[in-house]
């Protein structure tokens, strides 16, 4: 007969572990003394996973470098990000869909199940405290309120819990904006947008990037659902409750989206990065990425070359989908133009360009230069890659060639088009 236990008797599940002392040092001399770690949210995992063999946003995000200041200490700001109003329209929000001690939330979640269960009446909804001191502190209390939820078998609305996820070898505190406990004990990550649903139907965009971001809460909590005694992560639902605006008004409309295949891809990305440990012990001696701000927090003192050549020490692997995702993209881009690298163009170019790795190379072969990037061919034919980049710049010279008309053709041809 198996044991079993009560569920006063459980244990709370430990928090993460938190990074080995050596390592916290290294990374706060990375950083610069005096400089606060920026804490890694699911937007930057998102966004990590999708470029997980860029080895300096691993290695900035895991030291908790403000890669906003550092940009633009280089010269090279993002030009992304929320305006001030757009951040108090979407508190507004969020504090309209949780009203009601949770109800109204848990009512929206309960209508799109459509399981036949009772609708929550007012009051029915826990909301169980989460304060704590440090965010281990709030990680452990977030597991005790899950447990204890849980085993209480009624509807709970845990607002802002924080989970751990270990990244590369250190542990990143997620803060999701909602966990629902359900009667029959399994859990819904809920995520809050303030972008409209228009006549039923919202930015297609948009709504991936919330699926991408809440797919990562999804994978913290079957973390911590793993390390509970008695856990299943199993009880982790796959389906989110997206909330967005109706329409152009504040009146919350809500909807499941399915998150089990970015989920999947966001761990087998996270999976291949790099260690940080790594990453850092193979940078040169003194190197910092310390803005040396001066005292009104603000104004970089240190030389930009000198950052530049910091940052220039760990590998990038710049993309244009960059962009609109990390802070440091019009810097590394502006390295890879100078650099004529064909990363500059797009992944899908340079995979289709294999060992050509820069613009000078691949202008040389097409005119019939040496072609050492590609895979040659048969008795001195060359490989297909640069037998389609000669190919296309015959064709090109032929429309050039075909397009040079004399001055009284072209004129007929104009008066014959009018």
């Known amino acids: 007969m198996p044991v079993t236990r009560s569920p006063d008797s459980r244990r709370t599940a430990p928090p993460a572990k938190a990074a080995p002392a050596a390592l916290r040092q290294r990374l706060a001399e990375l950083r610069g003394p005096g400089s606060a770690q920026r804490p890694l949210d699911a937007r930057a995992l998102a966004a990590l996973a999708a470029n997980p063999g860029c080895r300096r946003r691993v290695l900035l995000d895991g030291a908790g470098v403000d890669k906003s200041a550092l940009a633009r200490a280089l010269g090279a700001p993002a030009a992304f990000g929320q305006s001030q109003f757009a951040i108090a329209r979407g508190h507004s929000f969020e504090a309209r869909a949780k009203a009601g001690g949770g109800t109204e939330l848990v009512r929206l979640l309960h209508e799109r199940l459509r399981d036949g269960t009772p609708a929550p009446a007012p009051g029915s909804v826990d909301v169980p405290d989460l304060t704590a001191g440090g965010p281990e502190g709030r990680t452990a209390r977030t597991a005790l309120a899950l447990r204890e939820a849980t085993a209480a078998g009624r509807w709970a609305l845990l607002d802002h819990p924080l989970l751990a996820l270990p990244v590369a070898g250190a542990p990143a505190f997620l803060e ?188 040389a072969a097409a005119a019939g230069g040496p072609c050492d990037g590609d895979l040659p061919g048969e008795a001195g034919v060359p490989g297909p890659t640069v037998a389609a980049l000669r190919r296309a710049a015959a064709l090109r010279a032929e429309a050039l060639a075909a397009a040079r008309t004399t001055p009284d053709a072209r004129t007929g041809a104009e008066a014959a088009c009018r």
């Open 176 to 363: 999701p904006d909602a966990v629902v406990v359900h009667p029959d004990g399994t859990w819904t990550v809920v995520e809050i947008k303030s972008f409209p649903v228009i006549d039923g139907a919202a930015d297609p965009g948009k709504v991936g990037a919330a699926a991408r971001q809440a797919a990562v809460y999804v994978l913290a909590l079957e973390e911590l659902a793993a390390r509970i005694p008695g856990g299943d992560p199993a009880r982790v639902r796959h389906e989110i409750l997206l909330v967005c605006p109706k329409d152009f008004a504040n009146v919350p409309v809500a909807e499941l989206v399915d998150v089990r295949k970015p989920r999947a891809t966001t761990r087998r990305q996270l999976t291949r990065l790099a260690r940080v440990e790594d990453i850092a012990a193979e940078l040169p001696a003194g190197t910092t990425f310390d803005l040396c701000l001066a005292d009104d927090g603000t104004t970089a003192r240190r030389p930009a070359e000198e950052l530049a050549a910091a940052v220039e020490a760990v590998e990038a692997a710049y993309a244009p989908e960059c962009l609109a995702a990390c802070e440091l993209a019009f810097h590394c881009r502006a390295r890879a133009r100078a650099e004529g690298s064909v990363a500059a163009l797009g992944r899908g170019l340079r995979g289709e360009l294999g060992g050509l790795t820069t613009v000078e190379s691949v202008l």
